[in-house]
């Protein structure tokens, strides 16, 4: 029975694979416009076909990337040369040092610190518990490039252990007393300040090296202050409404500071590797958001937070090495980056955003923009990533804004604050929507049906007021 369904599952694979590549041969045979180069068109078809290989999964994503680089180089699309050009990039070993650092968090135990004390000060109201564990997620979000490691690998563990010590379980159909508020709350808490800064999620940074393309430069003091007053009301109302239209129902929860204290006894005193770890972590978040006045790089400011592990030994080489997630991100990313880039300069993006121009003659930019959100935003339904969703979308939306009269900072910055946004769609819609639904407590109708609902909100709250603050700080 094994055997025959893991036979299956490779048929299906190969299956998925096949299509993909019959994606891109698909393309690349069409006759290109006259004013297309041939080398971009190909370049375009082997894009595209890498992307639908990221969207169908027949392998990991680090693995599709490679195939789409081999196509490239083997057809002479590209040399060798410019596919590797792409594992030079600062912007992607930010994230990619940023994974190290998010590993001294889960290592020492500082992550699940932090969400004790915030339960232990805030916890006594079932709201103010949804708020502590959110706030705990913001604290540690700038330094934690997964989302799906901080949702799932430092919450979902303590969210999971409190609404047990309520008798709220999935398995009795007592998830509604507690359970399900707290990860729905969390979902979305996360999704907010995955949007808040350039390095609490893989796609963010990828959204910046996209748009530098463009020659729009985004720097990571410039995306926190942006995303800021949104990403607070955000967290604030989001909660509230999930409270209202989703409620618990045990509103109190006087003995959740019980609960986290009895978990602080439990892990003792403040370890001496926990103290240098936000030490550490302190010393970047100050050069990160000075860096603009001491022209400190914030690729420089993650070696130098990486350095400071590994000299104090609160990470170890074998740490670093053993990083997966990490080095999949290094290699899928830097592929991804270099054929766009590649696009780029051989012209097809300036082509396409010509083209499309003209279609969208005679509207005001601000229409522009919000037609462009709703259709980046909801297009979203047929993406299982994030990641995969900015991989394949952003560039070209990006450049049909700018093409349209969209001031070019506000648009770049829109794109990339919703690429985290569209999450608030499906229970496949990103990596920690698997994580929270795939523990019972909510219900895929309920799921979808509230997702839509605050996704609206979401539009509201960005756009609305978000706007204002854009133009306020000179975005715009």
Known sequence: MNISSSKNTSYINYLKLLIAILIGVFIWVIPHPYNVQPSAWHMLAIFIATIAGCILKPFPI??????????????????????????????????VIAFFISRGFIKTGLGSRIAYHFIKLFGKKTLGLSYSIIF??????????????????????????????????????????????????????????AAMFLTSMAANP????????????ITWFLWFMAALVPGIISLILIPLIIYKIYPPEIKNTPNAP????????????????????????????????????????????????LSLLLVFKVLTFDDVKSEKSAWDTLIWFSILVMMANELNKLGLI???????????????????????????????YIFASSTAH?????SAFLAIAIAGGVPPMLAALSLGFFG??????????????????GSGYVNQNKWWSLNFVLGIVYFIIWLGVGSVWWKLIRIY
């Open 62 to 95: 680090g693995a599709v990337s490679i195939i789409g680089l081999t196509f490239a180089i083997i057809t002479k699309t590209i040399d060798m040369n410019t596919a590797l050009i792409g594992f030079s990039e600062g912007s992607i070993w930010l994230i």
């Open 420 to 437: 985290n946004l569209i999450a608030s769609t499906t229970h496949y819609s990103s990596g920690p929507a698997p994580i929270l639904f």
């Open 206 to 217: 990828l959204a910046k090296t996209l748009a530098k393309t463009l020659n729009v430069n």
């Open 350 to 380: 300036k082509w396409f955003s010509s083209l499309v121009k003209y279609s969208v003659h005679g509207f005001s930019w601000p229409i522009i923009l919000l037609i462009l959100l709703i259709c980046y935003f909801y297009i979203h």
């Open 390 to 394: 900015v991989s394949a979308m952003y």
């Open 136 to 193: 705990c997620d913001l604290v540690i979000a700038p330094a934690t490039p997964s989302n799906t490691a901080r949702a799932g690998g430092i919450i979902y563990p303590i969210i999971k252990s409190l609404s047990e010590s309520f008798g709220s379980r999935p398995e009795d159909n007592t998830e509604r007393k507690i359970g399900s508020f707290l990860i729905f709350s969390e979902f979305h808490g996360d999704i907010i300040t």
């Open 258 to 305: 019980e609960f986290a204290q009895t978990e602080l006894e439990k892990m003792g005193p403040m370890k001496t590797n926990e103290k240098l770890m936000a030490l550490v972590f302190i010393i970047i978040l100050i050069l990160w958001v000075t860096g603009s006045l001491t022209k400190v790089d914030a690729t420089l400011t993650a070696f130098i937070g």
